[in-house]
């Protein structure tokens, strides 16, 4: 399971660097990506994940993917509240720090 867990994370940050790699002028920009999975380590696909800036209230969304993962470019540096929720689950919450030119990572448990 850690390895599976290991991968996802190393997958997601592989494709944030192919997106960041490719957007030259969002470099100031930082991106997330993360995972959403239930209490028993399985993939949670068509989670909502919301991602709002501390400081502005500036919020983007995203949907987990079929393997639980999910990934947002396009953040300016700074503190965010990551809120994931999906109908039949509890919600979770995380703080995060995207910095600039970088790709923050976070797993998320959504409880029955």
């Not at 940050?13 to 990506?33: C, E, I, K, R, W």
């Not at 994940?49 to 969304?61: C, E, K, L, P």
């Amino acid at each position: 399971m850690r390895v599976i867990r290991a991968l996802s994370l190393i997958l997601m940050t592989a494709a944030l660097g192919f997106v960041a790699a490719h957007a030259p002028a969002q470099a100031n920009d930082g991106s997330l990506a993360g995972v959403v999975r239930d209490s028993s380590g399985a993939a949670v696909p068509g989670a909502a994940v919301t991602i709002t800036n501390d400081q502005t209230g500036a919020a983007q969304s995203a949907v987990s993917g079929p393997d639980g993962t999910f990934a947002v470019a396009g953040l300016a540096p700074g503190a965010y509240t990551v809120e994931v929720q999906l109908r039949g689950f509890g919600i979770s919450k995380q703080k995060v720090q995207v910095a600039a030119g970088a790709a923050a990572a976070a797993e998320f448990s959504l409880s029955a």
